[in-house]
């Protein structure tokens, strides 16, 4: 999987509560990115990062935040998690903006 | 906006046989094409991308792919399927200069041994 960790890999938790999701990287990409999983939907990107500390929002990044303080880590927040929420969260790295994504092994969150 | 459809949700075939997955894009400008394949509870590996050039690209695990531009479309193809070939498969569109990939619903093949 491309050097790319991710954690906790299974979580199950109430509606309401934070969760946060890690993505570790050994290739030293600038470019992160996570996206959701669901059926039917394929993959949809909810925040990138271009840089530590840089940033920005995807197509579905309503009800979560992102941060990047190092190179290899990139996090994951769900501030109040909800049912629809409920997904597979993949995280994904690439060299350059217009480089080949490569992904993660996924995080499979259950909120009920 | 640009978009990817897998018209199949499932795709059978017999191992030994011809494997297609179908895909086909919208998008403005020059496209940048990708197929990904997803085995149970892993994540997305690449299998290959066309970015110009020869309309036939070849990939990982004997996968092909055949961009054609007049009918939008990425066909994925492998000319003798492997039970192992069983996944999920996933046809992805960027534009150019664009980061921003857009996926398709994805295509679960079955392989029959």
């Known amino acids: 999987d491309a050097g790319i960790t991710q954690s906790p890999r299974h979580k199950v938790t109430e509606t309401g509560t934070p969760v946060t999701l890690r993505c570790h990287q050994t290739?030293?990409?600038?470019?992160m990115y996570w996206y959701r999983q669901d059926p039917g939907h394929g993959l949809r990107l909810i925040h990138y990062?271009?840089?530590?500390?840089?940033?920005d929002k995807g197509e579905v990044s309503d009800g979560y935040s992102v941060s990047r303080s190092k190179t290899e880590d990139f996090l994951l927040t769900l501030e109040s998690a909800t049912s629809s929420q409920t997904s597979v969260y993949f995280c994904?790295?690439?060299?350059?903006?217009?480089?080949?994504?490569?992904f993660g092994p996924g995080t499979r969150l259950l909120v009920l | 906006a640009q978009s990817v459809a897998q018209p199949e949700d499932q795709v059978n075939v017999a191992e030994g046989n011809p494997l297609t997955v179908k895909c086909t894009y919208s998008?403005?400008?020059?496209?940048?094409l990708f197929w990904y394949v997803q085995y149970p509870n892993r994540g997305l590996q690449f299998l290959l991308k066309?970015?110009?050039?020869?309309?036939l690209v070849k990939g990982s695990y004997g996968f092909e792919a055949e961009f054609n531009k007049s009918q939008t479309s990425f066909h994925l193809k492998k000319p003798s399927a492997l039970v192992s070939d069983s996944a999920l498969y996933f046809c992805?569109?960027?534009?150019?200069?664009?980061?921003?990939?857009?996926f398709g619903a994805g295509t679960t093949v079955t392989v029959r041994a």
């Open positions: 998008v403005s400008g020059n496209p940048y």
């Open positions: 290739e030293n990409h600038r470019y």
């Open positions: 066309y970015i110009t050039g020869d309309n």
């Open positions: 994904a790295i690439s060299e350059g903006l217009v480089e080949t994504q490569y």
């Open positions: 992805a569109v960027r534009k150019l200069d664009d980061y921003k990939l857009s």
């Open positions: 990062s271009y840089g530590v500390k840089d940033t």
